[in-house]
């Protein structure tokens, strides 16, 4: 009995335990990493102990997802959250638009800084969609989605014009990273913690693309669309972060080639997309004002 109590009390510790220990772990690993080998006891330590750690968590996985459903059906707003599609849209169009405009006025500081024509296109880039991002939030907070099909098809006519728009500061910089050969060192780890983050970004993006088709409301589609080209964006900066980190000098022509390829196929990806939603809109346009005059 003593032997089970042991074994529960190492494999399930108190929440307050695994809160304490969790950083640690991570400080520890992080540390090795940096500063020793793999064969260093210090290392060694800090594997075992991340692995320990690692062990503990997943055996509160079942609790984990308990609480979680616990805290959905029991908060209102979580609820919300989950059973309302508007009110879904409208948080993560307002997260999206209050990210750009802080990273627009951030590039802004670099440029004036820096006096970088880098950063200036990266302020271009975030203003145009937080423009976009604003007249879809514009509308989805005075509407729902199809109950003025008219405004949300005039609103994704003008994403694709800005889209295009957009797509001239992506230019700038494809070919401010490939032609002048712009890099950046963020570290293994940073490296590999962006690559996560990018690849689960850019799936959810497919996902959400695909699945908000349903729907079939314009302002939906663009707002997954722009989300898509802007993850798309986001592998191509991983590549280049990837390349640089992991790829070392003797790769430089190999990397401007591979960096020029991704971001001609990035571009033709964002005018594609931007010009979609351009005819549809035209064509969805010119056929409401046909079936208003004729009285259908």
């Known amino acids: 009995m003593n032997f089970k109590k042991i074994i529960k009390a190492i494999l399930l510790p108190h929440l307050a335990v695994v809160i304490s220990l969790l950083p640690i772990s991570i400080a520890l690993l992080v540390f090795s990493l940096l500063c020793y080998e793999t064969t260093h006891v210090i290392s060694i330590i800090s594997y075992i102990f991340a692995f320990y750690m690692l062990v503990v968590i997943c055996m509160r996985i079942p609790r984990m997802i308990d609480f979680i459903r616990s805290i959905k059906n029991n908060n209102k707003y979580i609820s919300k959250y989950f059973s309302d599609v508007h009110y879904r849209m409208n948080i993560s169009l307002y997260t999206a638009l209050i990210w750009n405009v802080v990273f627009a006025v951030f590039q802004l500081g670099l440029g004036f800084y820096h006096n970088s024509v880098w950063f200036y296109a990266m302020c271009v880039y975030y203003i145009m969609l937080a423009i976009m991002r604003f007249f879809l939030v514009k509308h989805t907070n005075e509407f729902k989605a199809n109950e003025n099909i008219c405004s949300e098809i ?12 957009m797509n001239l500061a992506l230019m700038v910089i494809i070919f401010f990273i490939v032609y002048w050969n712009k890099s950046f060192d963020y ?5 590999i913690t962006l690559a996560l983050y990018t690849f689960v970004t850019f799936t959810f993006a497919i996902i959400n693309a695909v699945k908000y088709k349903r729907y079939k409301s314009p ?11 802007v ?4 592998m191509l900066t991983l590549e280049n ?3 640089n980190t992991f790829g070392g000098n003797e790769v430089a022509g190999f990397r ?13 990806c964002a005018i594609v997309v931007a010009l979609y939603m351009i005819i549809k809109g035209y064509k969805n346009l010119k056929l409401l004002n046909v079936t208003q005059d004729t009285g259908v």
């Open 231 to 234: 993850a798309c964006v986001s």
């Open 219 to 229: 302002i939906y589609s663009s707002a997954k669309a722009i989300n898509l080209v």
């Open 256 to 268: 401007q080639i591979m960096l020029g390829v991704s971001g001609g196929a990035v571009s033709i």
């Open 154 to 165: 005039k609103k994704s006519y003008l994403c694709g014009w800005l889209l295009l728009i």
């Open 241 to 243: 972060v990837m390349l």
């Open 187 to 191: 570290g293994e780890i940073a490296t």
